[in-house]
């Protein structure tokens, strides 16, 4: 177990409607990831926050967005949903610093819409 | 072209044989890189990390970087029927995690 905790697990969605899925990082990690995996796909880069900012994005429209809180926990938000969005929403926490590149993931919420 | 690319398979071998899985890059700012493994359903986990070029070795588990090739690669010795699942190869350019890309993952299959 890596000790990041995700929330919810599954949910159901239809077009059009709005999510938000919630993460945990692990204890002493002050960053937070998160990724996309489609069925049969590696996970693709959607941000990632430190220290409560965006530090970096990947190839997601702006209907992607986050929040990282003092406490680092973070969400990600998706607005106007559309049917390609349904896939395994990955959150990562790890350490910034030197040499740490490794990323340590939850379980994943899985988001199907309809 | 995609930044890391990676056989997606499936593999599947005999228990004991000894695994090879590759991923290619084009980035050559890429320095951390990792491979992880995934069961059906669960998050990825880590399995080994390595920085820069050179081996790096984990029990049963090697893994190898040749940036002048843009290559990497992970070997499993004695591979076992656990060792079933989803292999990604990931790499980033900066520290703390930053803007890692993984490649699509190769699925194994370990036969007992």
């Known amino acids: 177990e890596t000790g990041v905790t995700q929330s919810p697990t599954h949910l159901i969605k239809t077009r059009g409607q709005q999510v938000t899925l919630r993460c945990s990082s692990q204890?002493?990690?002050?960053?937070v990831s998160w990724y996309q995996q489609a069925l049969g796909q590696g996970p693709q880069f959607i941000f990632q926050?430190?220290?409560?900012?965006?530090?970096g994005r990947g190839n997601f429209p702006p209907r992607f967005s986050g929040l990282q809180f003092p406490n680092y926990s973070s969400e990600l938000n998706v607005n106007a949903l559309e049917l390609d969005d349904s896939a395994l929403y990955l959150c990562?926490?790890?350490?910034?610093?030197?040499?740490?590149?490794?990323?340590?993931f939850g379980e994943g919420s899985r988001l199907t819409v309809l | 072209q995609k930044e890391v690319e990676q056989d997606p398979g499936p593999l599947s071998v005999p228990e004991g044989a000894i695994v090879s899985l590759n991923c290619t890059y084009s980035n050559s700012a890429f320095q951390y890189f990792m491979w992880y493994r995934q069961y059906s359903r669960k998050g990825p986990e880590l399995l080994m990390y390595?920085?820069?070029?050179g081996n790096k070795e984990d029990g049963r588990f090697t893994a190898q970087v040749d940036k002048s090739s843009k290559y990497i690669s992970l070997f499993i010795r004695d591979s076992q029927p656990s060792d079933s699942a989803t292999y990604l190869c990931a790499m980033s350019a900066g520290t703390g995690g930053f803007k890692t890309i993984f490649g699509a993952g190769t699925r194994l299959f370990v036969k007992a």
């Open positions: 390595t920085y820069s070029s």
């Open positions: 204890s002493g990690h002050n960053t």
């Open positions: 990562a926490s790890s350490r910034a610093g030197p040499n740490t590149g490794e990323l340590f």
């Open positions: 926050y430190y220290r409560e900012e965006e530090n």
